[in-house]
């Protein structure tokens, strides 16, 4: 007989060890105790209310609960694989402590909503932190724009000098990369924030429950109204974990970004040695272990996704053990997220800007080349023909080792007359950076704008 089990009635034989340790999930649900028992009270207290059990029941519920919650917290509760999981563990050992109360708080409930609301429960509060940390990272990439408004670095494409950009541009494009991240996070919450106990195990239940009343004292805004679909959906996690893998590309492709730019080559910045390793046999090496690990975890934020869009495909509705399967890879992408924006926003925050190697490199690989082409446009000459009268200029430059700043006027002259005096003024750096005032636009006036709209939270 199954008699240690809260589902033992119906069955003969006891279960199989191994199927017993291959079905629980406590290892892994036990972090759901606080949710668990939130929910549990919050049932409780409806059923009461509603004269479903007696209000004393109600009591030794709530107390005897309160007791398991301070066991759990203290590290002397033993959780037992033949429980299965965080439900029964905390149900079984509620009805060894107070009894013929503890086995009425099942009534009109089901492991199916109920683990449903845990979940529901646990991640909210997690994307509440979510958000905390990358407002903070928002805020150290602020901190460095601010502290280093005026410098001036080369911008990309193909990886190949472009045109050069404020560094701070630079950071107030990944400020916009995370501010989007927070809207989808902040947008995911919304259909997190949904009550789905009271729906049963799939179909509802006979007795006349409250969901608004627990709805209530759980804080949240809505119940679910579909009892089917409130025990078998999980794209709420789903949806996080996909505005996860979005935000852990964004880290990812900053984290090259910071890697490259430590490399020798570069040198445009320096990670506090406190974010960075050495080698165990090269003395002079100096690795920039934090953002090459964050650019790795992106892997398995990626890999948790797709292991659970999996989970869910073709699941027929109401609830299937396959879904049990859900939380390993939500904990860990929750776990992931967290503790790379946190080390980020860090490492960000201390990070030395060379403001020197960036402007030496910005000024090479001809960058200022448009601003000739520009120039030659504002001279009324067609942009195809400023192209070209430019791209003539650079090929003689690559001949004679020279930069575009460094031509004399006869060389100037030679490829339009066109071009006059004030062209030297044109193409500086500054001049450059500065001419793109337009909204969204590298010029120092609008990134201030920028760094103000971000401030005031606009
Ligand atoms: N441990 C289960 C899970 O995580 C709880 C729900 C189990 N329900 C059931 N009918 N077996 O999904």
């Given at each position: 007989?199954?008699?240690?089990?809260?589902?033992?009635?119906?069955?003969?034989?006891?279960?199989n060890?191994?199927?017993?340790?291959?079905t629980?999930s406590?290892d892994?649900?036990?972090?759901?105790?606080?949710?668990d028992?939130?929910?549990?009270?919050a049932?409780?207290?409806?059923?009461?209310?509603?004269?479903?059990?007696?209000?004393?029941d109600?009591?030794?519920?709530?107390?005897?609960?309160?007791e398991?919650?301070?066991?759990?917290?203290a590290?002397?509760?033993?959780?037992?694989?033949?429980?299965?999981?965080?439900?029964?563990?905390?149900?079984?050992?509620?009805?060894?402590?107070?009894?013929?109360?503890?086995?009425?708080?099942?009534?009109?409930?089901?492991r199916?909503d109920?683990?449903a609301?845990?979940i529901?429960?646990?991640?909210?509060?997690?994307?509440?932190?979510?958000?905390?940390?990358?407002e903070?990272?928002?805020?150290s990439?602020?901190?460095?724009?601010?502290?280093?408004i005026?410098?001036?670095?080369?911008?990309?494409t193909?990886?190949?000098?472009a045109?050069?950009?404020?560094?701070?541009?630079?950071?107030?494009?990944?400020?916009?990369?995370?501010?989007?991240?927070?809207?989808?996070?902040?947008?995911?919450?919304?259909?997190?924030?949904v009550?789905?106990?009271?729906?049963?195990?799939?179909?509802?239940?006979?007795?006349?429950?409250d969901?608004?009343?627990?709805?209530?004292?759980?804080?949240?805004p809505?119940?679910?109204?579909?009892s089917?679909?409130?025990?078998?959906?999980?794209?709420?996690?789903?949806?996080?974990m996909s505005?996860?893998?979005?935000?852990?590309?964004?880290?990812?492709?900053?984290?090259?970004?910071?890697?490259?730019?430590?490399?020798?080559?570069?040198?445009f910045i320096?990670?506090?040695d406190?974010?960075?390793?050495?080698?165990?046999?090269?003395?002079q090496?100096?690795?920039?272990?934090?953002?090459?690990?964050?650019?790795?975890?992106?892997?398995?934020?990626?890999?948790?996704?797709?292991?659970l869009?999996?989970?869910?495909?073709?699941l027929?509705?109401?609830?299937?053990?396959?879904?049990?399967?859900?939380k390993?890879?939500?904990?860990?992408?929750?776990?992931?997220?967290?503790?790379?924006?946190?080390?980020?926003?860090?490492?960000?925050r201390?990070?030395?800007?060379?403001?020197?190697?960036?402007?030496?490199?910005a000024?090479?690989?001809?960058?200022?080349?448009t601003?000739?082409a520009?120039?030659?446009?504002?001279?009324?000459m067609?942009?195809?023909?400023?192209?070209?009268?430019?791209?003539?200029?650079?090929?003689?430059?690559?001949?004679a080792?020279?930069?575009?700043?460094?031509?004399?006027?006869e060389?100037w002259?030679?490829?339009?007359?066109?071009i006059?005096?004030?062209?030297?003024d044109?193409?500086?750096?500054?001049?450059?950076?500065?001419?793109?005032?337009?909204?969204?636009?590298?010029a120092?006036?609008?990134?201030?704008?920028?760094?103000?709209?971000?401030?005031?939270?606009?």
């Amino acid at each position: 007989m199954a008699k240690d089990k809260l589902w033992g009635g119906r069955f003969a034989q006891p279960t199989n060890k191994f199927v017993e340790e291959f079905t629980a999930s406590i290892d892994f649900d036990k972090r759901l105790y606080h949710q668990d028992i939130r929910g549990s009270m919050a049932h409780a207290r409806m059923l009461g209310k509603q004269g479903i059990i007696p209000m004393a029941d109600v009591e030794l519920i709530i107390h005897g609960l309160k007791e398991i919650l301070e066991q759990i917290e203290a590290g002397k509760f033993d959780f037992s694989v033949s429980l299965e999981d965080i439900h029964m563990n905390i149900e079984a050992r509620l009805s060894a402590k107070i009894g013929e109360a503890g086995k009425r708080l099942h009534t009109g409930r089901s492991r199916n909503d109920q683990v449903a609301l845990d979940i529901r429960l646990y991640l909210r509060d997690e994307i509440v932190e979510v958000l905390a940390y990358l407002e903070l990272l928002v805020d150290s990439l602020i901190f460095q724009a601010e502290a280093h408004i005026d410098v001036i670095m080369p911008g990309y494409t193909h990886l190949q000098t472009a045109q050069p950009i404020l560094f701070s541009h630079h950071m107030l494009a990944y400020v916009e990369m995370f501010k989007r991240d927070k809207g989808r996070m902040a947008d995911c919450l919304q259909r997190v924030n949904v009550l789905p106990l009271g729906a049963g195990a799939l179909a509802g239940t006979t007795f006349p429950i409250d969901r608004e009343h627990v709805a209530e004292i759980l804080e949240f805004p809505e119940v679910t109204r579909n009892s089917l679909d409130s025990v078998s959906d999980r794209d709420f996690a789903l949806e996080f974990m996909s505005a996860s893998s979005i935000l852990m590309m964004h880290l990812s492709r900053f984290s090259e970004e910071l890697i490259i730019w430590s490399t020798s080559e570069f040198k445009f910045i320096d990670l506090s040695d406190g974010f960075c390793t050495g080698s165990s046999i090269m003395p002079q090496k100096k690795n920039p272990d934090v953002p090459e690990l964050v650019r790795g975890k992106t892997g398995r934020v990626y890999g948790n996704l797709m292991a659970l869009l999996t989970v869910m495909k073709a699941l027929p509705l109401a609830y299937n053990k396959d879904m049990q399967e859900d939380k390993e890879p939500l904990f860990d992408t929750i776990d992931t997220v967290k503790g790379s924006l946190k080390i980020f926003a860090d490492m960000i925050r201390e990070m030395k800007v060379n403001r020197e190697t960036m402007r030496t490199a910005a000024a090479k690989g001809f960058s200022t080349a448009t601003d000739v082409a520009d120039y030659l446009v504002r001279k009324g000459m067609a942009f195809r023909d400023a192209h070209e009268v430019v791209g003539k200029s650079v090929a003689y430059c690559l001949s004679a080792g020279k930069d575009l700043p460094d031509l004399t006027m006869e060389e100037w002259k030679s490829f339009s007359d066109r071009i006059g005096e004030d062209i030297y003024d044109s193409i500086t750096l500054e001049a450059s950076v500065n001419a793109r005032r337009a909204t969204g636009g590298t010029a120092m006036e609008r990134v201030k704008a920028e760094i103000e709209r971000v401030k005031s939270g606009r």
